[in-house]
């Protein structure tokens, strides 16, 4: 075993995970680099190139750090909220029903996706709502309210607030300014 692979094992570096796994030969369990298990005995310790390397060798995936998933748990954990949220941010959405159909813990989804993201769920919900706001503002005629319910939100006046707050203007106004802006585009051609 190379020294700097010791060393990932050690620090937990995720940064190794999918360039190598190791397994414990007492156990014959192995795992990601980045696995969080007990720092194992570097005697006992065996290194695999892939997953079927180490299944070939007769080891099993740890049950912690499923490496023989594509993603790693808490990577997965964010993929399967992000899909969720992006089909599903027109309906009211907790973190308590997220975490339910992803079928984890709200604490532990709320922190794994913090850490990963560097955002809430909620504040992620908010974004892909103000994305999808500003462009169908932009790109239709819909009226304020059609895009309001749209975007997930049952009162107008609410979504007016939450866009005014977080864009800077009201949602008339941006649809105004874009509309001024695509004109004056327009005239230069």
Known sequence: MQ??????IIQCDRLYDGKF????????????????????KR?????????????????????????????APD???VHNV??????HFNEPITLH??????????YHLHRTFKKIVGTTTSDYLLQKRMKVAKE????????????AFKV??????????????????NPSTFRKQYSIVTLLGDEDE
């Open 3 to 8: 020294e700097y692979m010791w060393e990932a």
């Open 21 to 40: 796994y190791y397994g414990l030969t007492t156990t014959k369990i192995f795992c990601r680099p980045s696995c969080k298990s007990r720092t194992p």
């Open 43 to 71: 005697e006992n310790t065996k290194i695999f190139s892939s997953v079927s390397e180490a299944n070939t060798a007769g080891f099993r995936p740890c049950k912690r750090c499923k490496p023989e998933k594509l993603y």
């Open 75 to 77: 990577s997965e954990i």
């Open 82 to 87: 992000k899909l969720f949220i992006h089909h």
């Open 97 to 106: 029903k997220i975490a339910e159909e992803i079928h984890i813990s709200p």
């Open 136 to 147: 169908l503002l932009k790109t239709t005629d819909k009226s304020i309210t059609e895009i």
């Open 152 to 169: 997930g939100y049952h009162n107008t006046s609410h979504f007016s607030t939450v866009f005014s707050n977080k864009v800077g203007m």
